[in-house]
Nanobody, 117 residues
């Protein structure tokens, strides 16, 4: 089993920035894709951004141009820099990791991001 621990959530005004971090530990062998998802109250969990171990990124349309996902394979961490935050970015943000050989997926417990208008 791998464990994912998120940090960096909080309250910020619209237009502000936050940086979320996720650290993976435990059985991290085979982890390829890591990323962030979010779930707003009353809505389904949705993809924010993902990054492969080789640094290839993918972003939801809502995140493009404002969010930047990076990864440090040596430290087994991913960081999501969120700029120009909007009230609609308010959600619980979850770190996710996918591993191969066999396929496994892991989730963090989530960190709350609140953007005030």
């Amino acid at each position: 089993q791998a464990q994912l621990v998120e940090s960096g959530g909080g309250l910020v005004q619209a237009g502000g920035s936050l940086r979320l971090s996720c650290a993976a530990s435990g059985n991290i062998f085979g982890i390829n894709v890591m990323g962030w998802y979010r779930q707003a109250t009353g809505k389904q969990r949705e993809l924010v951004a993902t990054i492969t171990r080789y640094g290839r990124t993918s972003y939801a349309d809502s995140a493009k141009g404002r969010f930047t996902l990076s990864r440090d394979n040596a430290r087994n961490t991913v960081n999501l820099q969120m700029n120009s935050l909007k009230p609609e970015d308010t959600a619980v943000y979850y770190c996710n990791a996918e591993a191969l050989g066999p396929y496994r997926t892991y989730w963090g417990k989530g960190t709350l991001v609140t953007v005030s208008s």
